[in-house]
């Protein structure tokens, strides 16, 4: 079955219900309880209108993004990131121990008690261990190699190197 035919097919019988729904109580959905006229918007906002939508080619200037929004065949579940700025600094076992030329953010980070916000080393008085962010969403233990990155928020969080390859590329 093609898609314009699955289409079509899924047409009638959306058709055939929603004439149902809209028949009901005579066509006056004031009579009808509450729930139950919950429920027929609910329907016909979500899945009758996916018809309309379908029918005239995904067209998106046709719905509103209310009903929009509840379709699976819609491509605003796609995001860009916006190009927003963030600092940061790609720690090595090497540059650990070159922390002059640490981002004053870093050091600054460093010198807080461990926490959110803050860097330390994952054992205390031994720098060969790894070091943990206290981000946001908790602590997070830095790999050697890894970025960390400081949002546009000040929060600090870790990325792996092909994630920030990926994600992210030098100001000029």
Known sequence: MTDLERIKELELSEEVAWDLIA???????????????IAAKRWRDTYHVSILVHSIGNKKSKVDEYKCKYLCTCDQHQYRKKPVIIEAYQMTPVRLWQYLDWPDWLIAAWNREPGKGSIWAETPHNFAARLVIGTLEGDHIVQWNDWIIRGVQGELYPCKPEIFEQTYEKVI
């Open 23 to 37: 028949n009901a109580y005579g066509g006056n959905w004031d009579l009808a309880p509450i729930k139950w006229r």
